[in-house]
């Protein structure tokens, strides 16, 4: 019996205090810290999978909160992370989209952050603006990306959580206090 409550208190520590699917990027792998994931659903169009990627949180050693949005890979080496940490099979959105349709197909590119457009990986003749109607970016297995009508569904994307909140929020510290005094109850019994 008192296996069976510990192993149940132990899931109700673990889960909501460090659950998380994200894949740290470390520095030790030359990375920048920041998490990414790789989340599945059963079709999201472009925007869709923005709002959702933004919706998002991890939190990190406990405390630190970090949100999400749709990856911005800005250099080869965080292009080849993505390429070698997740299966691309389901050609996921990434956070690239066009801001006007002035300069079709490859002008006006930017990143969902405001980050520099300038390290591209496109696939051999993407952006290509097929059917005047192409201003949101996927990645496909290889690594190489392809500009997509916006509106199409694609049943995966990708996550890169970096945005620290300054502050953990009040319900992270009431969280992880009722984590520690249930563990001390449990202890002194
Ligand atoms: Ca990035
Ligand atoms: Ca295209």
């Not at 149940?8 to 659950?19: D, K, R, T």
């Not at 989209?97 to 457009?117: F, R």
């Not at 970096?162 to 002194?188: H, N, Q, Y």
């Amino acid at each position: 019996m008192r296996r069976l409550l510990t192993i149940i208190l132990g899931i109700f520590l673990v889960l909501p205090c460090s659950f998380s699917a994200a894949v740290e990027w470390t520095t030790l792998a030359g990375g920048n810290q920041h998490f990414y994931e790789l989340v599945t659903n059963s079709g999201l169009t472009w925007v869709q999978a923005k709002a959702d990627a933004e919706s998002r949180w991890v939190l990190v050693n406990g405390v630190t909160k970090l949100w999400g949005h749709l990856v911005t890979l800005t250099s080869a080496s965080e292009n080849a992370f993505i390429t070698s940490a997740f299966s691309l099979s389901a050609t996921p959105w990434i956070g690239a989209y066009q801001t006007s349709k002035l300069a079709e197909p490859a002008g006006n590119w930017a990143w969902v952050t405001g980050e520099a457009w300038s390290y591209i990986n496109w696939s051999t003749g993407e952006p290509n603006d097929s059917n005047g109607d192409e201003d949101a970016a996927h990645i496909y297995t290889s690594g190489a990306w392809n500009d997509l009508h916006n509106p199409s569904t694609i049943t995966a994307y990708i996550v890169e959580y970096d945005l620290a909140a300054p502050i953990p929020e009040p319900g992270t510290w009431i969280l992880v206090s009722l984590c520690s005094m249930a563990f001390i109850w449990w202890r002194k019994r």
